[in-house]
């Protein structure tokens, strides 16, 4: 099973940048998506209705915002689009697929760069994730956290980590989120397999960092322990094109 989650910076854009013919190449049997920025009545028929996908869409109230979507081979047992706080789930950030071996949380986890209010806006979306995801954990359920976390986790991570130590993004307390969401018991699946830093997953377009790939790895899929055994392969598709971020992705075997 092949799962791919990929921050497009506009499901929109994308569009008209090759994203169907990226789904058609790869051929995900589940395809996460964030930031689309669009209401789905904003989308063409394409995009809403991939051939041979259940398609399930989370918009922010405020239009043009944020935003996530859910492109799966497998229709889901249920979908959920969000922890049930209401002022965490008004943007649209959260789509939960819940399949029989395990729930599969597609997200875009907030950016905490423009203000005190936003970081602790993200630090509190943090950590209501932690605690709806340890509770499947408790419940026997096997989860899959993916999307962008909009968070670096070691210095490997990111290309400049001393000049950003006091940056939203490679702020210890955020850090330490992502050293307390392994600890309830997931893993980086990334890491499981490539323990070097250079490997990135966004990078600042305005100043042409892709192509010195001076960037950030802030795009993830974390395992619980539970399925950990059944990751195949986990690998960043930085040759792939269309967003400032490029997409991930995570195989699972049968």
Known sequence: MKLVSWNVNGLRAVEKKGFLDFVNEYQPDILCVQETKAHEDQLSSSIRHPKGYFSYFSSAERKGYSGTALYSRFEPESISYGFGVPELDSEGRIIIAEYSDFNLYDIYFPNGKMSKERLQ??????????????????????????????????????????????????????????????????????????????????????????????????????????????VKSASILSQVEGSDHCPVELELKS
Request: net charge negative; aromatic share 14%.
């Open 121 to 230: 806006f993200k630090m509190d979306f943090y950590e209501e994730c932690l605690r709806h995801a340890v509770s499947d954990l408790d419940s026997g359920k096997n989860v899959i956290i993916c999307g962008d976390v909009n968070t670096a986790h070691k210095e490997i991570d990111l290309a400049r980590p001393k000049e950003n130590s006091k940056v939203s993004g490679f702020l210890e307390i955020e850090r330490k989120w992502i050293d307390r969401l392994l600890d309830a018991g997931f893993k980086d699946s990334f890491r499981m397999f490539t323990s070097e830093g250079g490997y990135y997953s966004w990078w600042d377009l305005k100043s042409g960092a892709r192509e010195r790939n001076v960037g950030w790895r802030i795009d993830y899929f974390f395992v619980s322990d539970g399925i950990s055994g059944r």
